[in-house]
């Protein structure tokens, strides 16, 4: 654009500029203007400029040991779901194949 080439211009959810804007904030060369300029300017940006909050482990691990236990109980379901159908099957066969033993 600044030597007067024509770009195509890509529809997206970014600002109309948003490359120009992150041009003059990388040359700012600030850790802070980034983070506003990318994430806004908010309470939790200031957790992000501070350092790490320890409270985050504990919701991260709790997150994550609901993800296990919800993994475990698909595992569950689908294994109980798979001996209900090989029954079903089964005791679908049984009479076909007394009845051909019959004949």
Do not use: C
Not at 8 to 13: A, K, P, S, V, Y
Not at 24 to 49: H, P, T, Y
Request: hydrophobic share 35%; aromatic share 8%; no cysteine.
């Amino acid at each position: 654009m600044e030597n007067g080439e024509d770009y195509e211009i890509l529809t997206t959810n970014l600002q109309p500029f948003f490359w120009r804007k992150v041009k003059n904030i990388i040359r700012q060369n600030q850790k802070g203007a980034l983070l506003e300029f990318l994430f806004g300017k908010d309470e939790d940006n200031k957790l992000v400029n501070q350092g790490w909050n320890p409270a985050f482990d504990d919701r991260i691990q709790n997150l994550q040991n609901q993800i296990n236990s919800l993994q475990q109980k698909i595992i569950e379901l689908e294994h109980n779901q798979t001996l209900t159908i090989k029954k079903s099957l089964s005791e679908l066969l049984k009479p076909s194949q007394a009845s051909k033993i019959d004949q």
